[in-house]
T-cell receptor
Framework: DSGVTQTPKHLITATGQRVTLRCSPRSGDLSVYWYQQSLDQGLQFLIQ???????AKGNILERFSAQQFPDLHSELNLSSLELGDSALYFC?????????????FGPGTRLTVL | GDSVTQMEGPVTLSEEAFLTINCTYT??????LFWYVQYPGEGLQLLLK?????DKGSNKGFEATYRKETTSFHLEKGSVQVSDSAVYFC????????????????FGQGTILTVHP
């Protein structure tokens, strides 16, 4: 158990819908990261938040947004969903040293868009 | 940009065989290097890491050495077990000179390892 929790574990929805994925980091970790894992794109970094502020951005679509709240939990919002958004979405957290720190991954949310 | 290239899989071995999974990275900035393992139906777990040139990371019999001259971080294990069957990801972090808290990890495409009894 990494100490990172993600909800829900599975999510099935239809095209055009909007969903919210939730992540709670390990106790004391200030950084939260979101990754997307799909068969064709592999494991891709989406976005990082550090203590409530956006810190780094990767290949995140404009239909996707995220935020980190004062209690440090984070939410990833996916809207106008398309079939190609079906993937595993992982959240990870780390301490203050960013890329020099180990990132601890949650169990993931599997999103299926029908 | 940042990239990581991993040995193509899948890799199939018999128990107690020697394992090597090759990984090379682009040498921009001052990356930390990681190997993560993903067991079926689970998230990624850190296997080992190295933060500077010539560092050797090791854990559970796995080893990898940060080779700056060849920009490589190959994963090795002397004797694999059936329980090592999983997907292995090589990753590099990006830490700009003088920068902190930037945490993007770039991963290779993953290598599926299957170990038979």
């Amino acid at each position: 158990d990494s100490g990172v929790t993600q909800t829900p574990k599975h999510l099935i929805t239809a095209t055009g819908q909007r969903v919210t994925l939730r992540c709670s980091p390990r106790s004391g970790d200030l950084s939260v990261y979101w990754y997307q894992q799909s068969l064709d794109q592999g494991l891709q970094f989406l976005i990082q938040y550090y203590n409530g502020e956006e810190r780094a951005k990767g290949n995140i679509l404009e239909r996707f947004s995220a935020q980190q709240f004062p209690d440090l939990h984070s939410e990833l919002n996916l809207s106008s969903l398309e079939l190609g958004d079906s993937a595993l979405y992982f959240c990870a957290s780390s301490g203050p040293r960013g890329a020099a720190d180990t990132q601890y991954f949650g169990p993931g949310t599997r999103l299926t868009v029908l | 940009g940042d990239s990581v290239t991993q040995m193509e899989g899948p890799v199939t071995l018999s128990e107690e065989a020697f394992l090597t999974i090759n990984c090379t990275y682009t040498a921009t900035g001052y990356p930390s290097l990681f190997w993560y393992v993903q067991y079926p139906g689970e998230g990624l777990q850190l296997l080992l890491k190295a933060t500077k040139a010539d560092d050797k990371g090791s854990n559970k019999g796995f080893e990898a050495t940060y080779r700056k001259e060849t920009t490589s971080f190959h994963l090795e294990k002397g004797s694999v077990q059936v329980s090592d069957s999983a997907v292995y990801f090589c990753g590099r972090g990006f830490l700009p000179a003088g920068g902190t808290s930037y945490g993007k990890l770039t991963f290779g495409q993953g290598t599926i390892l299957t170990v038979h009894p």
